[in-house]
């Protein structure tokens, strides 16, 4: 099993991370979830990606709550990889960083891994890097 593998799987280190690339990530993961922010809209786009229930409210908190939830969603973790975040404002970005956070704490509490990557090929965002990446 690759480092980057285990990695995925260890609830310990679930977080919200950055990588340069997704191409690592889309060769160990084969069910993480792909969510394009290009369109501004990350609930929509989140909403879609994961196949949120119909009682889905559309806000941050509602956004909350599913990630809380995702009980409609097969596996053992989740691994959410966003690309395009450069699309949303930066009031909306960090509030989008707070809830994958929270997120990630509260499915680590109770032992399954839960990982937020976003592709920042520019390293812009202060987050840590998931893993040391080969150039």
């Known amino acids: 099993m690759s480092k980057l593998l285990e990695r995925l799987r260890d609830p310990v280190r679930?977080?919200?991370y950055r990588v340069t690339r997704g191409d690592a990530i889309d060769?160990?993961?084969?069910?993480?979830?792909?969510?394009?922010?290009?369109?501004g809209d990350a609930l929509r786009s989140?909403?879609?990606?994961l196949h949120f229930?119909?009682?889905?409210?559309?806000?941050?908190?509602?956004?909350?709550?599913?990630?809380?939830?995702?009980?409609?969603?097969?596996?053992?973790?989740?691994?959410?990889?966003?690309?395009?975040?450069?699309?949303?404002?930066?009031?909306?970005?960090?509030?989008?960083?707070?809830?994958?956070?929270s997120a990630a704490e509260f499915w680590s509490g109770r032992g399954r891994p839960f990982f937020a990557v976003l592709i920042d090929p520019a390293v812009k965002l202060a987050l840590p890097p998931l893993h040391r990446e080969r150039a």
């Open 46 to 49: 989140i909403a879609q990606a």
């Open 53 to 101: 229930p119909d009682w889905f409210g559309g806000n941050w908190d509602a956004l909350e709550d599913c990630l809380s939830d995702l009980s409609w969603r097969a596996g053992d973790g989740h691994v959410l990889v966003f690309r395009n975040w450069q699309a949303l404002s930066s009031d909306d970005l960090g509030v989008l960083i707070d809830v994958l956070r």
């Open 27 to 39: 060769e160990v993961v084969r069910d993480a979830a792909q969510i394009d922010l290009k369109g």
């Open 14 to 16: 679930s977080g919200v």
